[in-house]
T-cell receptor, first 110, second 113 residues
Framework: KQEVTQIPAALSVPEGENLVLNCSFT??????LQWFRQDPGKGLTSLLL?????REQTSGRLNASLDKSSGRSTLYIAASQPGDSATYLC?????????FGTGTSLTVIP | DADVTQTPRNRITKTGKRIMLECSQT?????MYWYRQDPGLGLRLIYY???????NKGEISDGYSVSRQAQAKFSLSLESAIPNQTALYFC????????????FGPGTRLTVL
């Protein structure tokens, strides 16, 4: 069974800082890995999808990397803004099933 | 209008009651999923369906059943609700040619007293 760990569980940074969120998973035989954002009381919004053949994906201020062999993915957020405050979840896909981490709760202080 | 909708958004019920949560989608996707989210445990897959005639158990299917009434509708039932089924429930969809990209509904908060 895939186990997903996200570190740190919570993070508070001043506006403008660059930051890195970490995700590790136990089964490296994944097909894809997806990063999501969850706002309080709302569903998940997909941010970035990295296919197993890729090493990174970028969207605006977000960059996600994937190292399958070591079971790690990172989400880099550049020049953080208060609107980035949310919980960030990573989800590797194994055998048609996604396994979610418990997330990193990010607060960006104006 | 939202692409993936869930009803109800909030529900409080008592132990032993039968509950149905409904999910509808207008994205035209063939794959649909039900997850529950608990504090400290992340999202866990309950059931998934790749088309109307295909139903599969996920990681935590015990105590739940599902029905895929049409391509656009996937309902989750709790035949006899118990307090440890109190959670936030999410429906999600994906398309066969991009199965790894999931789109989520807004969630249903269920409380079982």
């Amino acid at each position: 069974k895939q186990e997903v760990t996200q570190i740190p569980a919570a993070l508070s940074v001043p506006e403008g800082e660059n930051l890195v969120l970490n995700c590790s998973f136990t089964d490296s035989a994944i097909y894809n890995l997806q990063w999501f954002r969850q706002d309080p009381g709302k569903g998940l919004t997909s941010l970035l999808l990295i296919q197993s053949s890729q090493r990174e994906q970028t969207s605006g201020r977000l960059n996600a990397s994937l190292d399958k062999s070591s079971g790690r993915s990172t989400l880099y957020i550049a020049a953080s803004q208060p609107g980035d405050s949310a919980t960030y979840l990573c989800a590797p896909e194994t055998g048609n099933q996604f396994y979610f981490g418990t997330g990193t709760s990010l607060t960006v202080i104006p | 209008d939202a692409d993936v909708t869930q009803t109800p958004r909030n529900r409080i019920t008592k132990t032993g009651k039968r509950i149905m949560l409904e999910c509808s989608q207008t994205k035209g996707h063939d794959r649909m999923y039900w997850y529950r989210q608990d504090p400290g445990l992340g999202l866990r897959l309950i059931y998934y369906s790749f088309d109307v005639k295909d139903i599969n158990k996920g990681e935590i299917s015990d105590g739940y059943s599902v029905s895929r009434q049409a391509q656009a509708k996937f309902s989750l039932s709790l035949e006899s609700a118990i307090p440890n089924q109190t959670a936030l429930y999410f429906c999600a969809t994906s398309d066969w040619d991009h199965p790894y990209e999931q789109f989520f509904g807004p969630g249903t908060r269920l409380t079982v007293l």
